[in-house]
């Protein structure tokens, strides 16, 4: 099953990375978050992606036209019969990647369907480039077949960015909770669509999570997905270097694979 990968916004909210690279190729442990994302659902057997680029989508494209040289030694053979020569492999040697540029100010529903001319089977799967999950890829499909719905989508329950106070009647703080677990739950990506969900993208400027969810909720054709363990959404710096302190802890709890 196809990987759709959303890679295209400008991340303005982490300007501090983003204005030099989009936030996709921003670094988690030296590997841009792409990469990680990419390896969880490698880990659970889906090695086929269509990256949707478009802020600076160039440097992905090279990121990856540039990757067997970058991760690998090689010998040049200059001359009329030029050619690279590489040596050993890596553990991506199995991934097959379509770049598909889905313009610069493009919403997440257009991205989708500008990128599903790629789609060649009744399923496909969805998530956006900044957040890393140690999320059951597997389950997730299963769940999806189960319901016999056009569309799954991944819920989580966020902990609240601040510390709450309980108070009595009075006023007076009684105990403190350090950024608890909130009661509702959040999308955190990783759908899984039927290519019937294409049909209901209308250009452009259509928000994914906004015409078509919503209608496929109403329809009572959208069922989610409660994922229990981690999520954690990359969307400022200070979530940069949370992630980044994580890995360098060696306490990156979303590194399912082994290799």
């Given at each position: 099953?196809?990987?759709?990968?959303?890679?295209?916004?400008?991340?303005?909210?982490?300007?501090?990375?983003?204005?030099?690279?989009?936030?996709?190729?921003?670094?988690?442990?030296g590997?841009?978050?792409?990469?990680h994302?990419?390896?969880?659902?490698?880990?659970?057997?889906?090695?086929?992606?269509?990256?949707?680029?478009?802020?600076?989508?160039?440097?992905?494209k090279?990121?990856?036209?540039?990757?067997?040289?970058?991760q690998?030694?090689?010998?040049?053979?200059?001359?009329?019969?030029?050619?690279?020569?590489?040596?050993?492999?890596?553990?991506?040697?199995?991934?097959?990647?379509?770049?598909?540029?889905?313009?610069?100010?493009?919403?997440?529903?257009?991205?989708?369907?500008?990128?599903?001319?790629?789609?060649?089977?009744?399923?496909?799967?969805?998530?956006?480039?900044?957040?890393?999950?140690?999320?059951?890829?597997?389950?997730?499909?299963?769940?999806?077949?189960?319901?016999?719905k056009?569309?799954?989508?991944?819920?989580?329950?966020?902990?609240?960015?601040?510390?709450?106070?309980?108070?009595?009647?009075?006023?007076?703080?009684?105990d403190?909770?350090?950024?608890?677990?909130?009661?509702?739950?959040?999308?955190?990506?990783?759908?899984?669509?039927?290519?019937?969900?294409?049909?209901?993208?209308?250009?452009?400027?259509?928000?994914?999570?906004?015409?078509?969810?919503?209608?496929?909720?109403?329809?009572?054709?959208?069922?989610?997905?409660?994922?229990?363990?981690?999520?954690?959404?990359?969307?400022?710096?200070?979530?940069?270097?949370a992630?980044?302190?994580?890995?360098?802890?060696?306490?990156?709890?979303?590194?399912?694979?082994?290799?």
């Open positions: 099953m196809k990987v759709m990968i959303l890679c295209g916004g400008m991340g303005t909210r982490m300007r501090e990375e983003t204005e030099f690279k989009p936030k996709p190729l921003v670094d988690i442990g590997k841009p978050i792409l990469w994302i990419m390896k969880t659902y490698a880990h659970h057997g889906h090695r086929q992606f269509i990256l949707c680029v478009g802020y600076k989508g160039e440097m992905i090279e990121y990856f036209l540039h990757y067997e040289a970058m690998r030694d090689f010998t040049v053979h200059l001359g009329e019969r030029h050619r690279v020569e590489y040596h050993g492999a890596h553990a991506e040697n199995s991934f097959e990647i379509t770049l598909a540029d889905t313009g610069q100010n493009t919403m997440t529903g257009g991205r989708v369907g500008r990128a599903g001319r790629y789609i060649d089977d009744d399923l496909f799967m969805v998530t956006y480039g900044d957040g890393v999950a140690d999320i059951d890829i597997s389950k997730v499909v299963a769940f999806h077949k189960s319901h016999g056009l569309a799954t989508m991944s819920a989580h329950r966020p902990t609240s960015r601040f510390g709450i106070m309980n108070l009595d009647d009075r006023g007076r703080v009684e403190f909770l350090e950024k608890p677990q909130m009661d509702g739950w959040a999308n955190m990506g990783y759908f899984v669509f039927h290519k019937k969900v294409l049909d209901l993208i209308d250009g452009d400027d259509c928000i994914l999570e906004r015409g078509p969810l919503e209608t496929l909720a109403a329809k009572g054709e959208l069922v989610a997905y409660r994922h229990e363990g981690f999520f954690f959404a990359m969307d400022t710096f200070r979530e940069y270097k992630l980044n302190d994580m890995w360098d802890a060696g306490k990156a709890p979303w590194k399912v694979w082994k290799d």
